[in-house]
């Protein structure tokens, strides 16, 4: 490994930049842009930016923003590496399609290029729409960094790097409930697993589309825990109260630390099926976990849907609320982002275990743009269900 000086890789990207194209080569597979197709220096643009793995989340970058602001933007915006790492916690760089890199810091390890020294509007990003973030060279975690669109700037520069504005819906309102009314006291395993201590989870609550999927919840951090729900409930209670009762199970340790990277909860209700029952069956306890989740008695039945009204709509188990279509929450909770989402989901691909939480994983994931959306930062249960019924109360 050699030290390379500030002076010779601006020298090099500098060389790369402005290398002319010979007229037998296919410019429109070039990522750096010829000199005739370069904009003028004079003109600051705005580019924005996604990653796959968070595709709600949209970041905005000057045209003198580096690759290196890019990167150090999208770790304060959506979970890199274990959820919540920065841009100088590790090794990373960035490839592009004709797999030239341009690598973190000033030490070359894999590529002389320094993603510090090369300004984003020197790249010819009409030509490429994707690029590969690969982070930490020990564990190598990987996305992909999608390029959205590039316009003028109109706007303060010192607004920038940023992430995208998005204006509340009009109409909107938090909903309240009567005091009487606390989904963090009814269901405190809930809140205890997803609002506690995480900065970094995602909760999927209803059906996406018509997959077999009516909830999924996962944290990272030093390990990655799940929880999976593969039935419908009949109520709103009963939705919360099993995934509340799959909630308590705590991940094995010994001595204090963790023993397994990831920690899988399926949830199934009493009257599962023999098929599910055979598909989810108990492993190891603290690893492999199937909760067989209780019905709850109550003498109040249909509460929750009297007092979430649009929520209820929303999960299917009314039609009451004529304005809200059945759909589905997502909430992420390091990128601050709420979405409502109706219509179909993608269907991801992977070779996780089968017949554990896994077979949950991405499956919340919207073919379509959000139904409703809005950046905010939600502390509890409670706080996430006023919100959303505020959000469906904007419908009419």
């Known amino acids: 490994t050699s030290l390379i000086s ?25 990522d750096i842009a010829p000199p005739d197709a370069k904009k003028s220096k004079a003109t600051e643009s705005v580019l924005t930016f996604s990653a796959e793995h968070a595709p709600h989340v949209k970041i905005q970058l000057l045209s003198t923003n580096t690759i290196h602001d890019l990167v150090d933007t999208l770790c304060n915006n959506v979970p ?6 920065k841009v100088y916690d590790h090794m ?25 020294q090369a300004p984003l509007g020197d790249i010819y990003w009409n030509n490429t729409k994707k690029i590969t973030l690969r982070y930490d060279y020990g564990a190598l975690f990987t996305y992909c960094i999608i390029f959205c669109s590039e316009q003028a700037n109109n706007e303060n520069k010192l607004l920038f790097p940023r ?12 909903y309240e409930t009567a005091n009487t009314i606390n989904l963090n006291t009814l269901f405190p395993n809930i809140q205890k697993w997803a609002f506690g201590t995480s900065k970094s989870f ?8 018509r997959k077999q999927n009516f ?19 009949t109520n709103l209670v009963n939705w919360l109260s099993f995934i509340d009762q799959g909630a308590k199970h705590e991940p094995t340790s010994e001595n204090g630390h963790l023993c397994y990277d990831w920690h899988s909860v399926v949830i199934l209700p009493e009257d599962a099926s023999d098929k599910l029952c055979k598909n989810y069956e108990q492993g190891e306890e603290g690893f492999i976990d199937v909760d067989i989740a209780v019905d709850v008695e109550t003498n109040n039945s249909g509460g929750l ?31 601050r982002m709420l979405c409502i989402y109706t219509g179909p989901s993608r269907t991801i691909k992977s070779n996780a275990p ?33 919100v959303v019924e505020g959000l469906l109360r904007t419908l009419g």
């Open 6 to 30: 500030t002076t010779r890789a601006q020298s090099m990207a500098s060389s790369l930049i402005h290398t002319q194209f010979s007229q037998e080569s296919n410019a429109a597979d070039a």
């Open 80 to 85: 890199i590496g274990t959820g919540n790492e």
């Open 92 to 116: 990373w760089n960035i490839m592009f399609p004709d797999k030239q890199i341009y690598e973190s810091g000033n030490m070359a390890c894999e590529s002389e290029l320094r993603a510090n």
């Open 163 to 174: 992430r995208e504005p998005i204006a509340f819906p009009s109409r909107y309102v938090l």
């Open 202 to 209: 995602s909760l999927n609550l209803f059906q996406p589309g």
């Open 215 to 233: 909830a999924f919840f996962s944290r990272r951090g030093l390990m990655l825990s799940m929880l999976y729900l593969p039935c419908k409930p």
């Open 305 to 335: 849907e009297r007092v979430f009204p649009r929520i209820a709509a929303l999960a299917g188990v009314t039609k009451k609320a004529k304005n809200v279509p059945k759909g589905w929450i997502s909430y992420q909770k390091r990128e």
């Open 354 to 386: 089968k017949g554990t939480a896994f077979d949950g994983e991405n499956q919340h994931q919207s073919a379509d743009e959000p139904l409703l959306k809005m950046e905010i930062d939600i502390q509890s249960l409670h706080e996430l269900f006023c």
